[in-house]
């Protein structure tokens, strides 16, 4: 999709012990995209995310690149990552 290969959260998202794993999005947020509304959030514990990658939009013909390979977070989106790792 367009954006949030694996994951699209518009709101509070909370993640313990989740794997991120090969996802794909055209556009923004490969693995994980948070934060499409100013009141959205992100905790992740003990997590990962891995070999996640963000192409162009389709949807967006003048773009050339993809956003966020694997996490993506919106401006005014607070996140949170503890004992996470992001490769």
Do not use: F, R
Not at 30 to 38: D, F, M, N, P
């Amino acid at each position: 999709g367009a954006a949030g290969g694996a994951v699209y959260a518009n709101g509070e998202l909370y993640m313990s012990g989740s794997d991120i794993i090969n996802n794909h999005a055209e556009g923004k947020g490969g693995g994980i995209y948070v934060g499409a509304v100013q009141a959205s959030s992100l905790e992740m514990n003990n997590s990962t995310i891995s070999g996640c990658s963000a192409g162009p939009d389709t949807d967006a013909p003048l773009s050339k690149v993809g956003l966020g390979g694997g996490l993506y977070i919106a401006g005014g989106c607070i996140a949170t990552l503890n004992d996470s790792v992001y490769i």
